[in-house]
């Protein structure tokens, strides 16, 4: 059985915990999925590339990048971070906030 998990990121210190949490599972367990969900205030900084794998692993909300005034960027964005967090854990995704 392969892990899916999906890790929560509303704040900047939440995306820090959340890129070193995606690292160290996918060093354990490099079959995993994994993705970072951001939103709130933790997309902002989130648009600034760690330079790292963990760049890829993001999942951007457009609900906050709008209400904050921020571009698009050119990852994964979804309409809204709580929906799309509802719909990975009726997939059998499990849940994790940073």
Same mark, same amino acid.
């Given at each position: ?20 949490? $995606?690292?160290? /599972?996918? !060093?354990?367990?490099? %079959?995993?999925?994994?993705?970072? *969900? &951001?939103? +709130? ?20 909300? $457009?609900?906050? /990048?709008? !209400?904050?005034?921020? %571009?698009?960027?050119?990852?994964? *964005? &979804?309409? +809204? ?18």
């Amino acid at each position: 059985m392969s892990v899916k998990l999906l890790i929560h990121a509303p704040t900047p210190e939440a995306l820090v915990r959340a890129r070193s949490n $995606a690292r160290n /599972l996918l !060093a354990a367990a490099p %079959d995993a999925e994994v993705e970072i *969900v &951001v939103n +709130a205030k933790g997309v902002g900084p989130a648009l600034t590339p760690a330079g790292d794998a963990s760049d890829g692993l993001l999942v951007y909300c $457009a609900n906050s /990048l709008k !209400a904050q005034g921020l %571009d698009q960027p050119e990852g994964r *964005v &979804v309409p +809204a971070a709580v929906l799309y967090i509802a719909e990975r854990q009726a997939e059998g995704w499990a849940y994790m906030r940073a």
